[in-house]
Each structure stands twice: as C-alpha cells, then as structure tokens.
C-alpha cells in the first residue's frame, strides 16, 4: 500500500493558489488546448479528410498533453514553467500514446465486463501517463508503477474526481470563462496529487539568507 496520502482540500488549495499565481500562462495553455480540441469539431461532414483531420487533432492534442503535465510539474516542484514546454513532448510521444491507449482499453474493457472495474481501473492507472513523462518510463512498467501508487487511494481520486467536476461545471455556468481558471486548477491539482503519492512534497519558496550584521566600531 503506499504510504503516501494525500488531501482533497489540500489539492484544490494548491491547484487554485497557484493557478493565480501563473495566471497568465495557464490561462494561454487552456486557450490553446481548447483550440486544438475545438478544431476538429468545425468539420461537421463524414469522409476519409474529416476523419484524418481528427485523427491529427488527437495526435497534437495527446503531444501538447505531454507539454502540460511538464508544466504542472514545473510549478509544483517551485521552478518557473515555460510556455515553450507545451511542444517538448517527442522523446516520450510514442510511449506516452501507447501509454494512453493501454490505459484506455483496459479502461473500457472493465466498462463492457461490469462497470465498476472500468471505473476502478481508470483510477489504478490514472498516473500512468504522468509517470511516461516524468520518470521516462515504458507504457507497461508505467502501468505496474501506477497501480503501485494508487494503492489505497481509490476512493480519495474518485472523491477528488467528483470535486473537479463540480468545480469545472460552475466554471463553464460563469458563461464559460471560469473554465480558464477551473481547468488549470484541475490540472495542478493532479500533478499534486501525482507527486504526493510518489511521496514528495511541494517546494517551497526559498528562505532569504540573512545579511551579515554591520561591524562595530
């Protein structure tokens, strides 16, 4: 069982301090990966180009993925995020894909068999993706390391789960533009979690040394 735990207040806390915190470029993130989920939707007709357009679109949304978790991850450990890591995913891209497609079967597997395993196994394996990017690992050790850390901790992710959802809907009730704070907050709030069942704490903000005191005379 992993010894690690975690709070749901304290995951939100931190989702939304530093959320305001990084405001700016969180909320640019959000514009982007809405415009790249967004862009497949304008193609409304069937044929082979539509369904090519959305395959691409899948492509560059799972690559931009990559870049998030990256940023989510540089703040959380207190070191400043750049936007240009939203485009740094290619050495991990393959086995991020497969990763997430592993992830998805098994997922859906358990949802065709019973339902309550599909939604269980979707919390055993919710840190496999985030484990391929951090710790550069292959789809199936990510799985196994996954399931690992979620030990015990089912039942706080799918609390934590239903708590982001409300909070993500009364985002999209303020005429959408709460989404552009509520998204990031929920992205921060799982690489929190991530990195509290790993067993590591967030960073904190230096302590400022002190100045020597003035000689006497």
């Given at each position: ?70 940023i989510m ?16 995913g290619g ?115 230096p302590t ?10």
């Amino acid at each position: 069982m992993s010894e690690s735990k975690f709070a749901i207040g304290e995951a939100v806390n931190f989702g939304w301090n530093k959320t305001k915190e990084n405001a700016g470029l969180l909320i640019v993130i959000v514009l982007i990966t809405m415009a790249v989920s967004g862009f497949g939707s304008l193609f409304s007709r069937s044929g082979s180009a539509v369904y090519f357009i959305n395959l691409i679109t899948w492509v560059v949304g799972l690559f931009i993925g990559i870049g998030v978790i990256k940023i989510m991850l540089k703040i959380y450990d207190g070191q400043k995020p750049e936007l240009n890591l939203l485009w740094s995913g290619g050495p991990v891209f393959v086995n991020y894909l497969l990763g997430s497609i592993l992830v998805s079967l098994i997922v859906l597997g358990g949802l065709i068999l019973l339902v309550i395993p599909g939604i269980i196994w979707s919390f055993k394996y919710s840190m496999t993706t985030y484990l391929i990017v951090d710790k550069g690992m292959g789809p199936t050790e990510a799985l196994r390391k996954s399931g690992e850390i979620t030990q015990g901790s089912k039942w706080q992710l799918f609390l934590l789960g239903l708590v982001l959802a409300l909070i993500n809907m009364a985002g999209a009730l303020v005429f959408g533009i709460g989404l552009l704070f509520t998204i990031p907050l929920t992205y921060l709030a799982m690489a929190f979690v991530y990195r509290k069942l790993l067993g590591q704490a967030p960073a904190s903000a230096p302590t400022p040394t002190p100045k020597p005191a003035a000689p006497t005379n």
